[in-house]
């Protein structure tokens, strides 16, 4: 979900098969609703019949990225990045039921973490350039208050491991 960044529904399989992708597609829509725009990537689970079937059937406008264009998916790009070098590459997984469990608890962690405000890491010259529009200046002071409130946060939780020196 590109709103919550959260990862709605997820499947794991050693084929190319459009089955799986279906079939979290399903789950997610039993969970959270339709939603009314659906993006993805060109992989040839997405263009199938079965995948493109069910998102029109549900009503739902299908917004496919160009041909090699990562960065129009990017937070899907990013999230598979994060998965592989926090999780998969670290602990090479034996076999696909380790896998998905591993994979799994990762999922559920990266999901608890995308509840906090302090994950989102927003640039002040995003919103602070000259002749920036109101909202944007807004914006600007709405993402500075989020990150001092999350960097009091994470400096209360230090002085609790490590004590008020920081030497612990």
Not at 11 to 31: G, I, W
Request: proline share 3%.
């Amino acid at each position: 979900d590109w709103a919550s960044r959260a990862v709605l529904s997820w499947r794991l399989s050693n084929t190319m098969d459009v089955s799986f992708c279906v079939s979290a597609l399903e789950e997610a829509f039993a969970r959270f609703g339709v939603p009314e725009i659906f993006n993805t990537d060109q992989g040839s689970q997405f263009t199938s019949v079965a995948f493109t079937g069910a998102l029109a059937a549900a009503g739902i406008k299908i917004s496919m990225d160009g041909r090699g264009r990562w960065m129009d998916n990017v937070f899907i790009e990013r999230l598979w990045r994060s998965l592989k070098h926090e999780d998969v590459y670290l602990k090479g997984y034996a076999d696909g039921r380790e896998a998905r469990a591993g994979i799994g608890a990762w999922i559920a962690f990266y999901n608890r973490a995308s509840e906090h405000p302090s994950v989102y890491v927003i640039e002040e010259k995003r919103f602070g350039w000259p002749g920036c529009d109101p909202a944007g200046y807004l914006g600007f002071f709405r993402a500075r208050s989020v990150r001092e409130s999350a960097t009091a946060v994470a400096s209360m939780a230090r002085e609790k491991i490590h004590g008020p020196s920081g030497s612990g």
